[in-house]
């Protein structure tokens, strides 16, 4: 499990390749558990969430945005599709977060619902539809042979991941 982690980092910036679900799902599992651990620490150090917690939320997942994006891709390389559904997955990301973090530090307390308010919500739920296909995509089990995007991810023990 911890070598799923360190190819996580050892791979960061590679988009070539493939990744096993479990090459997937541990570092993400573990950056899932770890905001989550945060939100709550800095929730009970801060009161609630001020413009510091938002601001170390934002560079916790800013940090890890490439590393996943790419991992992502690999994921998807393993099932045999293309990096542009993780790329429109992230762009929506991007733009969300952005729109989150801008209206968080300046607009908390505003309580005036505007047409980019209405927008954020929509846009929000067209990324969170996208976000569960490929979160079942990344569930499929992956070519047990070499596909477009190389061979499959081999075990120390010599066994294919799946």
């Not at 607009?107 to 929000?124: C, F, G, K, Q, S």
Request: aromatic letters at 18%; proline letters at 3%.
């Amino acid at each position: 499990m911890h070598q799923s982690y360190i190819r996580f980092w050892r791979y960061a910036f590679d988009y070539k390749g493939r990744a096993s679900r479990q090459d997937f799902w541990v570092p993400t599992l573990i950056h899932f558990a770890l905001y989550i651990l945060l939100s709550a620490i800095l929730s009970l150090l801060l009161g609630d969430l001020s413009r510091t917690g938002v601001i170390v939320l934002s560079v916790f997942k800013w940090v890890l945005f490439i590393p996943q994006l790419t991992l992502m891709a690999r994921r998807y390389h393993d099932v045999d599709k293309s990096l542009a559904f993780p790329l429109i997955l992230f762009v929506f990301f991007l733009f969300l977060d952005i729109n989150d973090f801008i209206d968080n530090l300046f607009y908390r307390n505003d309580p005036i619902i505007d047409y980019t308010d209405i927008l954020a919500y929509v846009l929000t739920a067209i990324y969170y539809l996208l976000l569960i296909y490929s979160l079942i995509v990344c569930l499929r089990r992956g070519n047990v042979s070499a596909n477009r995007y190389g061979e499959p991810t081999v075990t120390q023990s010599g066994k294919i991941e799946e």
